[in-house]
């Protein structure tokens, strides 16, 4: 994995090495959150509502 990572840096620069470790943050700081409004363990259901179930809110 570190191997890629330098392949990816000497061929691309450290911009995008950088950009891209920022995004995986801010998805990880999003799906975080998400589970903690829901109170699941499960930020898809919550992102992609599938259905709307009006029985489980509680406000």
Do not use: Q, S
């Not at 191997?3 to 995004?23: Q, S």
């Not at 998400?34 to 029985?55: C, R, V, W």
């Amino acid at each position: 994995m570190l191997d890629f990572a330098l392949y990816i840096v000497r061929n691309y620069g450290i911009e995008l090495f950088v950009i891209t470790g920022i995004l995986v943050l801010f998805v990880g700081i999003g799906m975080g959150m998400a589970t903690d409004i829901t109170g699941k363990k499960d930020p898809p259901t919550y992102i992609f509502p599938l259905e709307k179930n009006d029985t489980e809110k509680d406000d």
